[in-house]
């Protein structure tokens, strides 16, 4: 019994070891308010240098600016979530997890961003 749970130790932290922590750069920023508010759009200022990390297998996201990790949820394969305050955020990513399309929707405006991972 000792050697079984050894075993799924084991593969559950090698599991964790070599999962795949992508770094994600801001493609394209938008989003628009209900009563036409402007607040985002697609500028050449992003920097590629500001590089978050997302690592789909162990459900994180590090923050670009803080460091900060926040725990995402998984709804299938290609799509995850975070319950926030006082947003929630969608994430849908494509088979490859190299392009991520983050989504957030309220009462009042939206929100969307596009990242390329690699």
């Not at 770094?23 to 050449?44: H, I, M, Q, V, W």
């Not at 309220?106 to 690699?118: A, G, P, R, V, W």
Request: glycine share 4%; net charge neutral; with cysteine.
């Amino acid at each position: 019994m000792q050697k079984i749970i050894l075993l799924i130790s084991i593969f559950i932290l090698s599991h964790n070891i070599f999962a795949k922590e992508m770094s994600c750069f801001p493609k394209a920023e938008f989003g628009e308010g209900k009563n036409g508010d402007n607040l985002y759009e697609r500028t050449d200022k992003l920097r590629p240098e500001s590089m978050s990390k997302i690592d789909f297998d162990n459900l994180v996201i590090i923050n670009a600016d803080t460091g900060a990790k926040t725990r995402i949820n998984k709804a299938n394969n290609n799509q995850f979530y975070l319950k926030g305050s006082p947003f929630n955020w969608y994430y849908v990513v494509n088979d490859s997890r190299t392009i991520v399309i983050e989504t957030s929707v309220d009462e009042m405006q939206t929100y969307s961003k596009i990242l390329f991972c690699k």
